[in-house]
């Protein structure tokens, strides 16, 4: 017997019959003899309605109200799940995050968790019951309030519990088989891995990979979660994610093969390139630029610095970050405008990023040989480049990045036979 957490995303409860359907697949997990306990997420697109509704009232939510709304969509999943698993004749309880004991910081919308303390659901399952937590939420003890972990936060949920309850495994529920060498709705041809390693994951879902959600891929890294990505609408097995020191768990014995040098690649259309034009090439301006943008809140990402021009002893500084943090960057810069001495700023919301990960690039030489010329053959313009050690990034016309990224995968022989199944989901 196993202590088994499974997280079940919106697609998978969008509707009655889905509810129906899932809990299904929980009472039979529960009659293979296993302890359950279940993070389970918003209806379909419950979430995004909320917002939605919550901008057409105010301009700009209070935070703490907007995560009294948007807790309310886990709630009203987390009691249907339980209601159709009792008509099964089994024992549910729902919970909601602060019942659960996952205590958070207070930062709302993007609150990290501090602690777990699961007490009433470790009394729950000692008496037989199968213990349902609405995901994606917590609760902050200094300021009493309810605060939700940012959007995707029921993965988090999912593994902080493994975490506390020392589960066996983490399943995370989907409307896709596993994790794929890319987005499936943007490359038919991806194809299912069966086992990725921790660290590649982080990468692929830090550059734009949504199957998990990065701070739940950090968590199980740090806490050793072994996590099993997998589709609510099939009973195929799907892909363990192995941290450091991990065993494949269905590896057969004489059945270890040799790793594929790149995993995936990863599309992400999300960010936005700011330049600024004509700053002057003496040291101290590029501390200067980069504070007045953090100081506004920015996540940057990759930076570039054009050769200057000897004639002018000028410039151009160039650097990307998520479109959502443009507007206070620009506004931020511009204010400092005649303090720097630059000339002006561009903005440009059209980029794509496109990043090929794999930890066999430690090793291998030529990976990003095959990247370049994958994209020359096809006329594809590189407007920037970064890489770490087990990734390439380049950022290209956003138009262009679902055809570069399908001959990107092709170059790497990542394409499989046939076309991979999307169950369900907008993937919004
Ligand atoms: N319902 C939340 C969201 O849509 C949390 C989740 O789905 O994990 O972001
Ligand atoms: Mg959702």
Same mark, same amino acid.
């Given at each position: 017997m196993a202590l088994i957490v499974q997280k079940y995303g919106g697609s998978s409860v969008a509707d009655a019959e889905s509810i129906k359907r899932v809990a299904k697949r929980i009472v039979d997990t529960r009659r293979a003899g296993h302890d359950v306990v279940v993070a389970v997420s918003a209806m379909g697109d419950t979430t995004d309605e909320m917002l939605d509704l919550a901008h057409q009232v105010a301009p700009l939510p209070a935070p703490r109200e907007l995560d009294m709304l948007l807790s309310s969509g886990e709630r009203i999943s987390m009691a249907l799940l339980a209601m159709a698993i009792h008509s099964m004749g089994f024992e549910a309880r729902s919970f909601t995050g602060s019942q659960a004991g996952m205590i958070t910081d207070a930062k709302h919308g993007s609150a990290r968790i501090v602690d777990v303390t699961p007490v009433r659901l470790r009394e729950a399952l000692d008496e037989g019951a199968i213990v349902i937590v609405a995901g994606f939420q917590g609760f902050n003890r200094d300021t009493r309030d309810i605060t939700t972990l940012g959007r995707g936060g029921s993965d988090t949920t999912a593994v902080a519990l493994a975490?506390?309850?020392?589960?066996?495994?983490?399943?995370?529920?989907?409307?896709?088989?596993?994790?794929?060498?890319?987005?499936?709705?943007?490359?038919?041809?991806?194809?299912?891995?069966?086992?990725?390693?921790?660290?590649?994951?982080?990468?692929?879902?830090?550059?734009?990979?949504?199957?998990?959600?990065?701070?739940?891929?950090?968590?199980?890294?740090?806490?050793?979660?072994?996590?099993? +990505?997998?589709?609510?609408?099939?009973? #195929? $097995?799907?892909?363990? /994610?192995l941290g @450091?020191?991990?065993?494949?768990?269905?590896?057969?014995?004489?059945?270890?093969?040799?790793?594929?040098?790149?995993?995936?690649?990863?599309?992400?259309?999300?960010?936005a390139k700011i330049t600024v034009v004509g700053v002057p090439d003496v040291p101290g301006k590029a501390a200067e630029i980069f504070t007045v943008v953090a100081k506004a809140g920015a996540n940057v990402d990759m930076i570039v610095q054009n050769v200057s021009a000897a004639s002018t002893g000028r410039t151009d500084i160039s650097f990307t970050l998520p479109k959502?943090?443009?507007? +206070?960057?620009?506004?931020?810069?511009? #204010? $400092?405008?005649?303090? /720097?001495?630059? @000339?002006?700023?561009?903005?440009?919301?059209?980029?794509?990023?496109?990043?090929?990960?794999?930890?066999?690039?430690?090793?291998?030489?030529?990976?990003?040989?095959?990247?370049?010329?994958?994209?020359?053959?096809?006329?594809?313009?590189?407007?920037?480049?970064?890489?770490?050690?087990?990734?390439?990034?380049?950022?290209?016309?956003g138009s262009d990045l679902a055809d570069a990224a399908r001959e990107v995968h092709s170059a790497y022989g990542l394409d499989s036979e046939i076309e991979a199944t999307v169950h369900a989901g907008t993937g919004r």
């Open positions: 975490a506390a309850l020392e589960a066996d495994v983490c399943e995370i529920y989907s409307d896709v088989d596993g994790i794929f060498t890319a987005d499936p709705r943007v490359i038919p041809r991806a194809r299912k891995l069966d086992v990725i390693s921790s660290e590649e994951m982080l990468e692929l879902a830090a550059n734009g990979a949504k199957v998990l959600y990065i701070r739940a891929v950090e968590f199980a890294r740090r806490h050793g979660v072994l996590i099993h +990505a997998r589709s609510s609408f099939s009973s #195929a $097995e799907g892909t363990y /994610v @450091e020191g991990m065993k494949d768990p269905r590896e057969t014995e004489g059945a270890a093969m040799e790793e594929p040098i790149v995993a995936g690649v990863a599309t992400d259309l999300t960010q959502s943090d443009a507007p +206070a960057a620009l506004k931020a810069l511009a #204010a $400092e405008q005649a303090d /720097v001495g630059f @000339e002006n700023l561009v903005h440009d919301d059209q980029i794509g990023k496109l990043s090929v990960v794999g930890a066999g690039m430690r090793t291998h030489s030529g990976v990003s040989a095959i990247l370049f010329e994958a994209l020359s053959k096809t006329g594809i313009n590189i407007e920037m480049i970064s890489t770490s050690e087990i990734r390439i990034s380049v950022v290209l016309r």
